[in-house]
């Protein structure tokens, strides 16, 4: 098994930021595709909010 090594400061903090961003990304792109009228928009928001949560 291999030992994990903590990541450097700076990219903590890189990815906290990132965390902290996408947490607001994720649901207002699910709201905004929802109150769109087609469902090709809100799918397509929808795939907005996929891609976010695999950043």
């Known amino acids: 098994m291999q030992s994990q090594k903590p ?3 700076e990219e903590t903090f890189d990815l906290a930021s ?3 961003r ?3 990304s994720i649901p207002s792109n699910i709201s905004e595709g ?3 009228e087609g469902l ?3 799918l397509c928001f929808l795939n907005i909010a996929i891609a976010s949560l695999l950043n």
């Open 18 to 20: 990132q965390l902290r």
């Open 22 to 24: 996408s947490t607001v």
């Open 7 to 9: 990541f450097p400061k």
């Open 40 to 42: 090709n928009d809100y």
């Open 34 to 36: 929802y109150v769109r």
